[in-house]
């Protein structure tokens, strides 16, 4: 790739970056509205996710960030070599990580029957409140696992083909951390204190 | 090398900070100090590992006009929100529209038949 090509990729992907950072805003607003409204249900359902492991998934995805930023920092030096394949796969890694720990993190959930429809069973008077929260949960964390498993496959793609646009890719990558750094406390968060 | 290295202990230590910050009852604080933490290290994130310190104006007018919109989003909907009675007690199961919705507060919110 010549250097206005890969200029173009590289503002392409911040501009793709500004319609995410709204799309998620949107979703994030529906959750701020809901939250608004039902303080105590949120504050409870809060209280039945799965804290160690969406703290242990954090950990994960700010990992693979340090290890994109890597791979990036060696396709920088002009001759990328063997120690960029190897921090493009340490982060696919992680992400893959990231989605089966998920995994394990819904399928709890479906055990304590928290997943919302007809499936959904909750004690209290604050039911209905409870399954909003859940129905929110299991949208922003569906839509990021998506960005996610997608995120893994251009990693996988930038460690196979040496012309892919590897800074565009990493990008990409750090985006969807960023949308879990705020997912993180707005899930696990709510209310752990008393 | 080195700066990578330093801007992910910042992260992992703010990641520590927040959840810690969490067990400690400060009322409406632990939502402002959640979300301030997570800005931080958005910022982190953005600067020095998505490389904006060092790019040029087009890439922060990206960012800034998908913050601008959000911004905008947030702003005019709680402006509405904000302008009606918030809710005080925790309120029962939900049956109908979010409360202060039709001018109706929850506590005499007639129950839906």
Not at chain 1, 141 to 167: D, F, M, Q
């Amino acid at each position: 790739m010549n250097e206005r090509a890969r200029g173009n990729s590289i503002l392409g992907m911040w501009i793709f970056i500004a319609t995410e950072i709204v799309f998620f805003g949107v979703l994030l607003l529906s959750y701020a509205i809901y939250r608004w409204a039902y303080p105590y249900g949120f504050a409870e359902a809060s209280g039945h996710t799965q804290l160690l492991k969406g703290t242990l998934n954090t950990a994960v995805l700010l990992t693979s960030s340090l290890t994109m930023a890597l791979a990036v920092r060696e396709a920088s030096t002009g001759r990328p070599g063997k120690a960029q394949s190897v921090w493009l796969l340490a982060t696919a890694a992680l992400g893959a990580a990231f989605l089966v720990i998920k995994g394990f993190e819904y399928r709890a959930e479906f055990a304590e029957h928290l997943v919302p429809g007809p499936g959904f069973v909750y004690p209290g008077p604050l039911r209905g409140q409870v399954e909003i929260f859940f129905k929110l949960y299991f949208t922003l964390t569906g839509i990021h696992a998506i960005h996610l498993t997608i995120g893994c496959l251009l990693v996988l793609w930038c460690a196979r083909a040496a012309r892919a646009p590897i800074e565009g890719v990493g990008l990409y990558w750090h985006f969807v951390d960023l949308v879990w750094i705020f997912l993180y406390p707005l899930i696990y968060l709510v209310k752990r204190c008393g | 090398m080195k700066a990578y290295l330093f801007v992910f202990a910042a992260l992992m230590a703010l990641l520590g900070a927040t959840l810690g910050l969490a067990f400690l009852d400060l009322g409406a604080l632990n939502l402002v100090a959640a979300l301030a933490i997570a800005a931080a290290k958005a910022a982190l994130v953005l600067l020095f590992f998505m490389h904006l310190r060092e790019s040029d104006g087009l890439a922060w007018i990206a960012v800034g006009a998908g913050l601008t919109w959000v911004a905008i989003l947030f702003g005019l909907t709680f402006v509405d929100y904000g302008s009606r009675p918030s809710p005080r007690a925790p309120v029962t199961e939900i049956v109908g529209p979010l409360p202060g919705a039709l001018g109706e507060s929850p506590s005499d919110a007639a129950p839906v038949k």
